[in-house]
């Protein structure tokens, strides 16, 4: 079973930048497509961005387009979320998850899709 273990989150100014990685371990991320996801205190949870196994990014959410990037590394088992320009409307915690990507092109913003979840890391924007 895929584990997956978020970092880098933290508490930025407005106009600041995060990098936040998802590790995997007791398995190769590379065969599984990687989605963020980010959850607010009393919001439901929104799909932001992915990449497949064949590296496409597909981006959900409009407001995080030109400001967040979503990258893998097949060398450290890992994929990060770049995020710049932050705003305090993205204060949350965010989340990656994985689901396995057969053709090398999966791509999904709805949570329940995906099997392998991390447990999340802060993201708070404020100044």
């Known amino acids: 079973q895929l584990h997956l273990v978020e970092s880098g989150g933290g508490l930025v100014h407005p106009g600041g930048s995060l990098r936040l990685s998802c590790t995997g371990t007791?398995?190769?991320?590379?065969?599984?497509?990687v989605g963020w996801f980010r959850q607010a205190p009393g919001k439901e949870r929104e799909g932001l961005i992915s990449i497949s196994r064949g590296a496409i990014t597909t981006y959900y959410l409009d407001s995080v387009k030109g400001r967040f990037t979503i990258s893998r590394d097949w060398s450290k088992n890992a994929v990060y979320l770049q995020m710049d320009s932050l705003k305090p409307e993205d204060t949350a915690t965010y989340y990656c998850?994985?689901?396995?990507?057969?053709?090398?092109?999966?791509?999904?913003?709805?949570?329940?899709?995906?099997?392998?979840w991390g447990q999340g890391t802060q993201v708070t924007v404020s100044s």
């Open positions: 007791r398995g190769p991320l590379d065969l599984y497509a």
């Open positions: 998850a994985a689901t396995f990507d057969k053709d090398g092109d999966y791509h999904s913003p709805v949570a329940g899709e995906y099997d392998n």
